[in-house]
């Protein structure tokens, strides 16, 4: 794990500022989906840092995602924040214990996807919560709005999962070729 330094913190941050500018970029489908690349940072820092950077790119980087979102800071805004620091921490603790092992988690294609697309799920699901409380705070719950969409948000959840893990393996072994960025 790495200690919090300069380098460290503008690594975070240059991370938590390309996940604000990768979730910009984003496929819209009905029902108020999106699909995009925001995590991209979230896990490269996760496979090639280890879970403490990983949880501060995703918290700062969805951070600003919802303060700079036509809805501001509102009384759920941390609440918004947790699902990508969840998938973070999962993906890191598992790549940090697969580099202990002796084998990188980017080298084994296999144990990236599966670890990924159960992050995804377990992040979806967190989503779903945190859609569902935000709609009780704020009073427009309704079981269609919340849990109607449920699936087809696991679906695009996993898919997004899948490129952004098919990105992210040969992104952080080209990470790890530099080796300044990683000292």
Same mark, same amino acid.
């Given at each position: ?5 300069? $380098? &460290?913190?503008?690594? /975070?941050? *240059? ?6 500018? +990768?979730?910009?970029? =984003? ?25 403490? =950077? ?6 700062? @980087? =969805?951070? *600003? ?6 809805? @501001? ?17 999962? %993906?890191? &603790? /598992? ?7 002796? $084998?990188?988690? =980017? ?7 599966? &670890?990924? #697309?159960?992050?995804? #799920? ?8 945190? %859609? ?22 696991? /679906? ?7 490129? &952004? ?5 040969? +992104? ?9 960025? +990683?000292?």
């Amino acid at each position: 794990m790495s200690r919090l330094n300069a $380098k &460290v913190i503008c690594r /975070v941050a *240059l991370l938590a500022a390309m996940y604000f500018l +990768l979730n910009m970029l =984003e496929i819209r489908t009905p029902g108020n989906l999106h699909i995009t690349f925001d995590r991209l940072p979230v896990v490269v820092s996760a496979l090639a840092f280890g879970p403490m =950077e990983a949880v501060l790119v995703a918290m700062f @980087g =969805e951070l *600003l995602n919802q303060i700079i979102s036509p809805y @501001g800071i509102t009384a759920t805004t941390l609440l918004w924040v947790i699902p990508p620091m969840i998938q973070a921490a999962i %993906i890191g &603790v /598992v790549a940090l214990r697969a580099q202990a092992a002796g $084998k990188r988690m =980017e080298n084994r294609p296999v144990m990236c996807y599966t &670890v990924s #697309i159960l992050a995804a #799920i377990v992040t979806t699901a967190a989503n779903t919560a945190v %859609i569902w409380l935000d709609s009780v705070i704020y009073g427009y719950y309704t079981f269609a709005l919340v849990f109607g969409s449920a699936m087809i948000r696991f /679906v695009t959840g996993v898919v997004a999962a899948v490129l &952004v893990a098919t990105v992210a393996m040969p +992104l952080t072994i080209l990470l790890r070729r530099q080796k300044s960025l +990683l000292s």
